[in-house]
C-alpha cells in the first residue's frame, strides 16, 4: 500500500512533464496558420477508411475523391517517416512550404501523379508563422505512416475477402 501513492506521485509527474513540453501558445499559432493558409487544399485529417477508399481509387487510376491535397494528417506522418525528430521535421517543412519540389518532397509517386507539387504558400508567409505550422503538425498527429499502411492494407484484404464470399 504504502509504494502505490510514490508510484503515483512519480507517473504523474512524468506525465505533467511531457504535457508541459508542448508549448500551447505555438500550436494554437500554428493551428491558426494552417486553417488560415493549409487547409484550403489539406483536410485536417483522414480516418483509415478514407486513406484506404483514396489508396483503391489510386491503385485503379482514379483521383482521390474529395480532396485537393493529401490530408494533413498523412502528411505529417510521412515527413515523420524520414524525419523523425522534432527539429528536422520542422526545418523541412519550413523550407518545403517555401521552396516545394518533387525532388526534395516525401510524397509517394502517386500522390505526385494526382496532386502535383504544393505552390511556394511558404514564400509569402512569415518565419514565425512558419515555424508555427510546423510546430502544429508535428504535436498534432501522431499517426505512424508505416502501421497506418499496414492497417490500410488489411482493411483492403478484408473487403476483398468479403466481395468473394458475396459471390
Not at 508542448?22 to 483536410?43: A, P, Q, W
Request: charged share 30%.
Amino acid at each position: 500500500m504504502n509504494i502505490i501513492k510514490p508510484l503515483t506521485l512519480l507517473f504523474g509527474s512524468i506525465l505533467f512533464t511531457f504535457a508541459e513540453e508542448i508549448d500551447e501558445t505555438l500550436f494554437k499559432r500554428g493551428y491558426e496558420v494552417y486553417k488560415n493558409n493549409c487547409s484550403i487544399c489539406h483536410i485536417e485529417k483522414a480516418t483509415l477508411r478514407d486513406f484506404s477508399q483514396a489508396r483503391l481509387n489510386v491503385l485503379s487510376g482514379r483521383r482521390p475523391e474529395n480532396i485537393d491535397a493529401p490530408p494533413m494528417n498523412l502528411v505529417s506522418a510521412r515527413i515523420k517517416e524520414f524525419f523523425p525528430n522534432e527539429p528536422e521535421f520542422i526545418e523541412f517543412v519550413k523550407d518545403y512550404i517555401t521552396n516545394p519540389s518533387k525532388d526534395k518532397g516525401v510524397c509517394k509517386p502517386a500522390a505526385y501523379s494526382f496532386f502535383g507539387v504544393m505552390p511556394p504558400i511558404g514564400q509569402g508567409m512569415p518565419e514565425a508563422d512558419k515555424e508555427a505550422v510546423a510546430y502544429w503538425m508535428y504535436h498534432r498527429y501522431s499517426e505512424n505512416w508505416q502501421e497506418m499502411f499496414r492497417e490500410v492494407k488489411k482493411l483492403q484484404n478484408l473487403r476483398k475477402l468479403k466481395r468473394v464470399e458475396a459471390e
